[in-house]
C-alpha cells in the first residue's frame, strides 16, 4: 500500500500550481469521457484562471508526487466543493475518498458542504452517496449536460 500525506497545496507555488492544473486536466478528460460531455470549464481553464480561483487546496502526496487534491470555497455557506481531482495513474487508490473525509472531518467540521459532479460520473456518485451527502434535484447547467447535486448538512 502506498502512502499518501494530505498537505496544503500552495499555487503561489508554480511547480504546484502546473502539476495541480496538469493533474485536473487529465482527470477532467476522463470525467468528460464518461458524462459524454466535453465541455467541463475546467477543461479549457488556463493555468493562470485556475490560479485566480478563490479557492483552498489540499493534495494527496506520495513523496514528491501529488496524486490527487481537493479545492472548495470556505468563504460561503454551505462550504462548496469546486473541484476533487485524481491523477488517471492513482485511480482506485481511495485517494478521492481520503481527500474528502481530510475535508469533512478535520477542516469543516461543523460546515454544511455542497458539491457537485455530472449525474453519469457513477465513481464520484458513489463516492458522496458513500460518505453521506445527499442528492437532490439534478440539474442541466447546458443542453446535454445532467449534473448531480449533493449536499452534506451538519445542523
Given at each position: 500500500?502506498?502512502?499518501?500525506?494530505?498537505?496544503?497545496?500552495?499555487?503561489?507555488?508554480e511547480?504546484?500550481a502546473v502539476?495541480?492544473?496538469?493533474i485536473?486536466h487529465?482527470?477532467?478528460?476522463v470525467?468528460?469521457?464518461?458524462?459524454a460531455?466535453?465541455?467541463?470549464?475546467?477543461l479549457?481553464?488556463?493555468?493562470?484562471?485556475?490560479?485566480?480561483?478563490p479557492?483552498?487546496w489540499l493534495?494527496?502526496?506520495?513523496?514528491?508526487t501529488?496524486?490527487?487534491?481537493?479545492a472548495?470555497?470556505e468563504?460561503?455557506d454551505?462550504v462548496?466543493?469546486d473541484r476533487l481531482?485524481?491523477?488517471?495513474e492513482?485511480?482506485?487508490q481511495?485517494?478521492?475518498g481520503?481527500?474528502?473525509?481530510h475535508l469533512l472531518?478535520?477542516?469543516?467540521?461543523?460546515?454544511?458542504?455542497v458539491?457537485t459532479t455530472?449525474?453519469?460520473?457513477?465513481?464520484?456518485?458513489a463516492?458522496?452517496?458513500?460518505?453521506?451527502?445527499?442528492?437532490?434535484?439534478?440539474?442541466?447547467?447546458?443542453?446535454g449536460l445532467?449534473?448531480?447535486?449533493f449536499?452534506l448538512?451538519?445542523h
Amino acid at each position: 500500500m502506498t502512502e499518501f500525506q494530505i498537505l496544503p497545496l500552495d499555487m503561489a507555488d508554480e511547480q504546484t500550481a502546473v502539476t495541480t492544473h496538469r493533474i485536473g486536466h487529465r482527470a477532467y478528460a476522463v470525467e468528460a469521457e464518461l458524462i459524454a460531455f466535453d465541455g467541463i470549464p475546467a477543461l479549457r481553464e488556463s493555468l493562470e484562471e485556475m490560479r485566480a480561483q478563490p479557492l483552498n487546496w489540499l493534495g494527496a502526496v506520495h513523496g514528491n508526487t501529488l496524486a490527487a487534491f481537493i479545492a472548495w470555497r470556505e468563504d460561503t455557506d454551505p462550504v462548496e466543493i469546486d473541484r476533487l481531482c485524481v491523477d488517471p495513474e492513482w485511480f482506485r487508490q481511495g485517494l478521492a475518498g481520503r481527500l474528502l473525509t481530510h475535508l469533512l472531518n478535520e477542516i469543516v467540521p461543523d460546515r454544511d458542504i455542497v458539491v457537485t459532479t455530472g449525474a453519469a460520473n457513477d465513481p464520484a456518485v458513489a463516492l458522496y452517496k458513500r460518505l453521506g451527502f445527499t442528492r437532490g434535484e439534478d440539474f442541466q447547467p447546458v443542453p446535454g449536460l445532467t449534473m448531480a447535486h449533493f449536499e452534506l448538512r451538519r445542523h
